[in-house]
């Protein structure tokens, strides 16, 4: 058998066909099938010709999660390298900055300044009495009850967001997600079944820490609507939800504090 170009397999299909559709002097007039043959070697041309072009080389029903999984832990090492060097470099500032500081008054003056808000900016770890909440997906059903699909079993990013509202609602005095402080400015995003927060990705069930007054925290949890609507949910569909009161720690924020905007209230 003789192999050939993408290109020229195709030319050589079209001259047959061609020759096969001319009608010969002389002859008996071909039978339809006859006629037929080219038709289909020329499709066949044009399949063989457009797989090898999309192909490019390549095997098309290779499995390619095991490269797709290695290059989300690829791009997860290179982010907490970036974080680590990060806060080097932040330490390195502070260290600077306090040593002269010893020499330079005004520097001084801001910096001392700057501490007495580090506390109400969230840059400082906070100890107190407070209220933890845990929401977690429904567990894993072998048949689904009728009515119901698998976007009913997990946690969305509306309920994770009602939570922190109503305790900032609640009079929060700080606030952790998944250990991770967050602040006023900090978005809750969901993708699939897991959370996305400060460029990382978290796995339920979801652990929110809030300190404040329990019973205060408590009131608006169970006057927010949202919350409302998830423990229905909790009862219907087996989600998880526990909140209970403890003495509980809240790390310092750590992440980037650029603003991309920002407007001064009247």
């Known amino acids: 058998m003789e192999y050939t170009s993408g290109a020229a397999s195709w030319q050589k299909a079209l001259r047959r066909l061609v020759a096969g559709l001319l009608p010969r002097r002389g002859r008996q007039r071909r039978p339809g099938w006859s006629i037929g043959v080219p038709l289909i070697a020329a499709a066949a041309g044009l399949l063989f010709t457009t797989t090898a072009t999309t192909a490019g080389g390549t095997a098309l029903r290779e499995d390619r999660r095991p490269q797709l999984t290695e290059l989300i832990e690829d791009r997860r090492d290179r982010v907490a390298s970036n974080e680590e060097l990060a806060a080097t470099l932040r330490r390195e500032v502070e260290s600077r ?12 003056k801001q910096q001392e300044r700057a501490a007495e808000n580090l506390a ?4 400082t770890a906070l100890t107190g009495t407070g209220l933890t909440v845990e929401l977690n997906d429904a567990p894993q059903l072998d048949k689904l009850p009728e009515g119901v699909s698998n976007d009913d079993l997990v946690v969305h990013q509306g309920d994770v967001q009602a939570v922190v509202n109503a305790l900032w609602a609640g009079g929060a005095e700080a606030m ?3 250990n991770v402080r967050v602040l006023t400015t900090s978005a809750v995003r969901c993708v699939g079944n897991t959370l996305l927060l400060h460029g990382r990705v978290y796995s339920p069930p979801f652990k929110i820490v809030a300190i404040g007054d329990p019973a205060a925290l408590r009131q608006a949890l169970a006057a927010s609507e949202g919350v409302r609507w998830f423990r229905d949910a909790v009862d219907n569909y087996q989600l998880g939800y526990s909140e209970y ?11 980037s504090t650029t603003l991309r905007s920002a407007t001064v209230p009247k």
């Open 97 to 108: 900055t306090t040593d002269l500081a010893g020499s330079d008054v005004p520097i001084k």
């Open 120 to 123: 109400a900016a969230g840059f």
């Open 176 to 178: 952790s997600i998944m």
């Open 245 to 255: 009161v403890s003495t509980v720690t809240v790390p310092a924020f750590e992440d």
